[in-house]
């Protein structure tokens, strides 16, 4: 690795831990920031002043702001996430298995799209401005303007209502027969493909057909290749970076998207437990739920900036 790549390796990591310490902040200060009292969330409205003034000193309410984020940012660095507000329970177990199961689903769904969107990207280069790519670019540009919970109930309605094939509820369990998760994941892990199908699609094809202007494109057509030879052999190698970038962030939406998908099919998943604790105005898990997020998020976005430095070296030299 040369002196510039690591430079920049460097730089794009400290840029990326510099973003996710604003985001804490942001994030801390946002929680901060919601209407009402905490302590009389927990104990209700018949709590007296003493009972009220007693929690808030016990959950460290009446520390000033700055503090109580130094706080909760050490022991977010030290593994430590905290309690639940309304439960009393460690955040990290319940955290955990929630994480696993969004990452399943995120699994799931990248299985599909990624190959999939590759291989229509491929197909639309080589039937260009024709009838298949045509048709391939109407449906995904159609399915990309749908809502994600429009496409979720529709989903639910045919698959689960009409023709009973996939359960309507998304329930997963520790110690789930494999086939039974599979089953369960099979629906919503499939509108979450669809979701970000399009976008790989179509980057894909861009990426391909930017490859196919290129001389060595021509040479290969006067030595009498066939076309998909030629996209095969020369187009697609050539066009792995930008495509594998795009992947990646993509794959950074599928971990942090999942919300609205988790919610429609009640999958038991980081999205449904931050939503159900916003409701309750669980503090802690609200902050830890959106860091984790963040730290996804930033992370595979970070990634696909270093694969897209490595392999591109227009990119380490700007203008």
Request: no cysteine; proline share 5%.
């Amino acid at each position: 690795m040369s002196a510039t790549i690591l430079r920049l390796v460097v730089q794009r990591i400290a840029l990326g831990l510099i973003l996710l310490f604003a985001v804490s902040i942001l994030l801390f200060a946002g929680t901060e920031l919601l209407p009402g009292d905490v302590a009389q969330q927990i104990l209700g409205k018949e709590a007296t002043p003493e009972t009220l003034a007693s929690l808030r000193l016990e959950l460290g309410l009446d520390q000033p702001a700055h503090l109580r984020y130094l706080s909760w940012l050490s022991g977010m660095l030290q593994g430590d996430l905290g309690k639940e507000l309304i439960s009393g329970r460690d955040i990290g177990p319940a955290i955990s298995g929630r994480l696993f199961n969004t990452l399943v689903l995120a699994a799931w769904a990248a299985a599909i799209a990624v190959p999939l969107s590759v291989v229509l990207g491929l197909i639309s280069v080589r039937y260009r401005d024709g009838l298949v790519d045509r048709f391939i670019s109407t449906v995904a540009l159609a399915s990309n303007s749908l809502p994600e919970f429009f496409l979720g109930y529709v989903a639910v309605y045919f698959f689960a209502v009409k023709w009973q094939i996939f359960p309507a509820l998304a329930a997963v369990y520790d110690g789930m027969p494999v086939m039974d998760r599979i089953q369960a994941v099979a629906l919503p892990g499939t509108v979450l493909a669809l979701i970000v199908l399009t976008h790989m699609m179509r980057m894909t094809r861009a990426a391909v057909l930017s490859v196919m202007q290129s001389p060595f494109i021509e040479t290969a057509k006067l030595k009498g290749l066939r076309p998909i030879e030629i996209i095969r052999k020369h187009a697609l190698p050539n066009a792995i970076a930008p495509i594998t970038t795009v992947i990646v962030l993509e794959l950074a939406y599928l971990v942090v998207g999942v919300v609205v998908v988790e919610i429609i099919f009640g999958y038991p998943g980081m999205g449904q437990y931050l939503v159900d604790h916003v409701s309750k105005r669980d503090v802690p898990v609200v902050q830890a739920a959106g860091l984790i997020f963040a730290s996804v998020y930033i992370g595979l976005n970070t990634v696909a900036d270093l694969i897209a430095i490595v392999t591109n070296p227009r990119l380490r030299y700007p203008r």
